[in-house]
């Protein structure tokens, strides 16, 4: 990037932000709901390998959340202000040839997962740093057949017969931190 433009993007930011030119992290009141659908349905015949994701996710406004969290994030990580958010997703996964009740076994196993994660989002005037813990299941109980199927039906699309082959039933826990 060009010195002059460095020169208008800082301009443009301290017309704007007065507060945010001087390296202030600037308070949000608002709580964010994020609704994410991914889905293949767009290209004819193409239930294969990543078919399916949605997700559904709750950020409260800045430092709106449990006491214990903002104690353990300041104890962690320093000042800063903070939020909190809450997810659930689930993701589909399909072999190549949906049309057959016994998948081939060297092609990519039908599989779901769904999980919750809670994180904690914690901002400075030059860091964001997420820390986040999510449980789930992968397997019957993460009900891909039934997700999968409903909406091929629903869509008029033929529906995927081998479901009964998926991946067993397994805990998912997953632990995530990132700075940016």
């Known amino acids: 990037m060009t010195a002059r433009v460095s020169r208008c993007l800082a301009a443009l930011i301290a017309a704007g932000a007065p ?34 994701g949605v997700r559904i996710g709750y950020t409260s406004p800045t430092d709106h959340l449990p006491a214990f969290m903002a104690d353990f ?13 809450i997810e659930l997703s689930q993701h589909l996964f399909t072999p190549g040839n949906t049309g057959i009740t016994d998948p081939v076994r060297t092609d990519r196993p039908y599989a779901a997962i769904l999980m919750g994660t809670l994180s904690l989002i914690q901002d400075t005037k030059d860091t964001r740093t997420v820390l986040s813990a999510g449980l789930g299941v992968i ?21 995927a017969r081998g479901w009964g082959a998926q991946i067993p039933s397994l805990p998912v826990v ?7």
């Open 19 to 52: 507060g945010l030119a001087l390296g202030a992290v600037a308070p949000d009141a608002s709580s964010v709901l994020t609704m994410q659908l991914e889905n293949d349905m767009l290209v004819p015949n193409s239930d294969r390998y990543y078919t399916n």
């Open 73 to 85: 994030g300041h104890f962690l990580l320093g000042a800063g202000q903070q939020r909190v958010s």
């Open 139 to 159: 397997g019957p109980p993460a009900f891909g057949r039934q997700a999968q199927n409903t909406t091929h039906f629903l869509i008029g699309q033929p529906i």
């Open 174 to 180: 997953q632990l995530t931190g990132e700075r940016i």
